[in-house]
């Protein structure tokens, strides 16, 4: 169940930033404006996109660890049954 939130909470967050981005994209190609607020565009979808990593990579440590206490809790209560 734990790790299924996590996966189900990861691709909408994939979705939101994608979809961000691609708004800021779409910005860039529609609108006439200055050279400056185009970098500015392309630099915030650049940090979009490296929070967006990171927040990934955190998601896929917490699963990790959710399936190691998962593991070790089986573990355990298979050794117990084994010792009675």
């Given at each position: ?29 529609n ?30 440590v917490?699963?990790?660890?959710f ?10 209560i ?7």
């Amino acid at each position: 169940m734990i790790v299924n939130a996590s996966a189900i909470t990861e691709e909408a967050l994939i979705g939101v930033v994608g979809s961000m981005r691609d708004q800021i994209a779409v910005n860039l190609m529609n609108a006439p404006i200055s050279v400056e607020s185009k970098v500015v565009n392309e630099y915030i979808a650049i940090m979009l996109m490296i929070v967006m990593k990171i927040l990934i990579a955190i998601m896929i440590v917490i699963k990790i660890k959710f399936a190691i206490i998962i593991t070790i809790i089986t573990m355990k209560i298979k050794f117990a049954d084994l010792t009675e």
